[in-house]
Each structure stands twice: as C-alpha cells, then as structure tokens.
C-alpha cells in the first residue's frame, strides 16, 4: 500500500495559489505605503489579516505534506510562509508537532492552562512569541534533533524579526502596522486550535479533535474542518481527509459529540469556545457544552 504522502502533487497548485496572494499582497504594501493615505493603509492593514488567516491554512497542510516538493521549492516555501504569518517556520513545525504527539492533552505545549479563558488564550499566545519568548524558544530549541535544524531555526527567526525590525528602521508606520496585523492574526490562529478541540479528549482516539462539514470552510481552507480524521492521518493530504472521515463515521471511530456543521469561523461556535472555557472554572474536564447544530453521523457533506 503506498504512504499516503506519495498521492500528493509535486505542486498543489490551491495552496501555492493563496501563498502567492499574500506574495502580491506584500509586494503591493512595500511599493505603495509610503505614498497611501491613513484609509488606505487601514485598509490594506485589514486585507493582509485576512490573506495572512487563509495562508495559515497553507503553511499548515505545508508542514504536514509540502505544497511544494522540490527540495529547494520547498524550503524557499518554508520560509516565506512563515514570514506570511510571523512564525519561525521551524519553530512552529516543532510546536505544532508537538501539539500532534499529546493532542491536546498533558505534555502538549499549547494546552490552555487550567481555567484559562478563550480570550485570554488566544491573547496570551499572539504575545508570547514577540515579548517573553524565552519558554517557548527553549522548548523548540530543545525539540531541534539535529545542528542543520537549529540552524535552520535561528534563520527563520532571522527572516520574521529581521524584516520587521527593517520595515520599522525603514518606515516605522509599516513596521508597526505589520506587527499589530501579525498580532491580531495570530490571535485568530490561536483561536482556531480551541475551536477544534472544545470537548475533545486526548485519551480517546475517537475524539481527538472536532469535526465541522462546513462545505465553505472545507472548500476554501482546504478541508481543515476535517479535524478528527487529520489527527489521527496527520501525513494524509486534505484532499483525502473527507473520505476518511466518512470511513471513521462509518466505523464508529469519531465521537457523533464532536461531528457538526457550523464552520470554526462562524460565531455560533465562537460561543460555544468562550461557554467551554469559562466552564472549565480550574477543572480538568468540565461539564458538556451543546454543540451547536449537530448533524446526525453519516457521509459528510
């Protein structure tokens, strides 16, 4: 039977078509900033957020299975999708790989502290890595196997720092605006790992993490709603993930609980985040939140 990376393309041509938006994006920024008026910087401040949130979903299926696989392609992708969404490529594979191994659970690096709420999560993080990065770096200075990935490491943090710190030495209103943007952004992506393990449960290979058949945000993030089937498949591309999914329903391998169809993104399940949280109060395992709209089993839509 063939590894499931080997039924990926050479170039996914979806994924590399959003990084390339960001590249426009940037290079459109860099040519005309300086030249902008206050409106149009805010407004091109509020496109980047939303071109840096879709490129998360590329720079994550990136880790998991390269969107491109030429070698010298891939790491030059790397890198600039790090620089997109102002993490340390290596750094946040090492995390985020991290986050694969417990789920979630103790010893994942991510976990919300106990009591933590929704909002003071996904702040606690976008700051972290910019202010009091000391812990976190240990952890994924510690994680490097090899000298090649420590070195890679100091460079992708030389890549994100270093051109921010020459877009405030250069002009300091952009400096600043990309940080707040990154900010912001990275804030968003936090939220995004409460929002797909609200009720989960790390013990339980069943219920690993949450499953959202949103046909919107499956077609255009390139099925990240398909949560559950990528924890347990992480090398399986997303084309795959619905299809295994279905098999997992099928099964009785996915929790019906943790099986709904409200995006992420949509505010209905915002609120069920932050009703989570707060029950949480301290304890390791609160009392069920409803889920909102929960679709019987069956095949995904």
């Known amino acids: 039977m063939p590894r499931p990376e080997s039924h990926a393309p050479t170039l996914d041509v979806p994924n590399l078509a959003v990084h390339a938006l960001w590249g426009a994006w940037f290079s459109a920024v860099l040519w005309g ?17 939303a071109v840096m949130f879709w490129n998360y979903a590329a720079l994550h299926n990136h880790m998991h299975v390269p969107i491109a696989r030429p070698r010298a392609l891939k790491w030059v992708v790397s890198r600039t999708l790090g620089l997109a969404c102002g993490f340390a490529y290596r750094g946040y594979y090492i995390h985020h790989f991290n986050h694969h191994k417990y789920n979630d ?11 933590e709420g929704a909002l003071h999560y996904c702040v606690r993080w976008a700051l972290t890595p910019w202010f009091w990065p000391w812990e976190a770096v240990g952890l994924v200075w510690s994680g490097c196997k090899t000298r090649s990935q420590r070195l890679e490491l100091l460079l ?3 890549v994100v720092d270093g051109t921010l710190l020459a877009l405030l030495l250069w002009q300091p209103s952009l400096g600043l605006s990309l940080l707040a943007m990154l900010l912001v952004g990275q804030a968003c992506i936090h939220y995004l790992n409460l929002a ?3 009720g989960s449960d790390s013990t339980d290979r069943t ?3 949450v499953t959202s058949t949103s046909r919107f945000y499956n077609r255009y993030f390139f099925n990240a709603g398909y949560h559950q089937a990528h924890h347990l498949k992480p090398q399986l591309p997303w084309r795959a993930l619905p299809a295994l999914t279905e098999a997992l329903v099928r099964q009785g391998q996915h929790r019906a609980s943790l099986y709904t169809e409200p995006a992420p993104i949509h505010p209905a399940w915002a609120a069920r985040v932050a009703a989570f949280r707060r029950a949480m109060g301290g304890r390791e395992r609160p009392a069920p939140v409803p889920t909102p709209t929960v679709e019987s089993p069956g095949t995904p839509s």
Do not use: E, Q
């Open 33 to 49: 900033w300086s030249s902008w008026p206050p409106g149009v910087r805010i407004a091109a401040m509020g496109v980047g957020w």
């Open 207 to 209: 219920a690993l993490a």
């Open 156 to 158: 992708d943090f030389a």
């Open 105 to 115: 659970g103790l010893g994942d690096w991510g976990r919300p502290r106990p009591g």
């Open 196 to 198: 797909a393990h609200v």
